[in-house]
């Protein structure tokens, strides 16, 4: 029982759903930047080292987050003690050397980018999320990453640009929209986040600016004749209708309409993924 609980531990603290969203997410940005149809293994492999970094990724930052956790998030793993920071330690570097030595086996490119998704990560676990707007930029850079690491896994990361533009932008502002859902919990926790440092109503301001950018992105991938109409029809009913929706839930004061907001976003990141896919 004792192990079990250990394994548990290890495999907790790892936020596995989060593992496995990357792990799919570098699935379909191999689906979407592939010429030629893409073995299997690759795909398996490929993606499995994606997720062992984010995985690892997520234990450096619940060991930063040690004391804090102890507040905000005391049934987390380190807090509660059912896993050492030394034994979280390992865990962590394991994790990040398995996943080096599968992506120089797949190939020195990927190699590169899993390295330096390591790095910044532990940036960000260190001191990066605790600068606004940077913490915010690094996460969606490491979003939008997952798409170039799978254009780079099928030779063709040119693909993925667009599908990676849009998951930064997209994850950018719902990184913000976060913070402005958190802020009284984050000023209880002393975290300044750009939403505490400028106000509320600049953080809601440069949120609508950067989804108005986004729409006019949107549009560009069929004007430029790179994806098919099927990409435009699915862009025009559904993505940018929840776009302007998400606006128009920021102009307005009532707090729940945040929460409705960042659960828009993040249904219009999987609308928008299908819309490239089909469209290309």
């Known amino acids: 029982m004792a192990v079990l609980k250990k394994i548990s531990a290890y495999i907790k603290i790892t936020r596995p759903l989060n593992v496995i969203i990357t792990f799919f997410v570098v699935v379909v940005a191999i689906l979407i930047s592939q ?77 590169i980018i899993v390295v330096f998704s390591i790095l910044l990560l532990y940036l960000y676990s260190a001191y990066l999320k605790k600068i606004p707007l940077v913490g915010n930029i690094s996460v969606a850079v490491l979003t939008g990453l997952a798409f170039i690491y799978g254009g780079f896994t099928v030779e063709n ?17 719902r990184e913000i929209v976060k913070d402005i859902q958190d802020i009284e919990g984050d000023k209880k926790q002393n975290i300044l986040t750009f939403p505490i440092r400028a106000g509320i109503k600049s953080a809601k301001k440069l949120t609508i600016g950067l989804i108005i950018v986004l729409i006019v992105f949107t549009l560009y991938p069929f004007i430029a004749q790179i994806y098919r109409i099927e990409y435009f029809i699915i862009i025009m009913i559904i993505v940018n209708p929840v ?30 993924l299908i819309a490239i896919y089909l469209g290309n």
């Open 157 to 173: 990361p040119m693909s993925a640009i667009i599908p990676a533009t849009f998951a930064f932008f997209i994850n950018l502002v």
């Open 243 to 272: 776009l302007v929706i998400c606006i128009k839930n920021l102009l307005q004061k009532k707090e729940n309409n945040i929460s409705i907001t960042s659960n828009l976003l993040k249904l219009n990141m999987i609308f928008g």
């Open 35 to 111: 010429k030629n149809p893409t073995g299997i293994s690759l795909i398996i492999l490929s993606s499995l080292a994606a997720a062992l970094t984010a995985a690892a990724g997520n234990i450096i930052n619940d060991i930063f987050d040690i004391e804090t956790d102890k507040t905000a998030h005391p049934d987390r793993v380190l807090t509660t003690g059912r896993l050492t920071k030394t034994e979280a330690m390992i865990e962590y570097f394991l994790l990040n050397i398995i996943a080096g030595i599968i992506a120089i086996y797949l190939s020195p490119k990927l190699f």
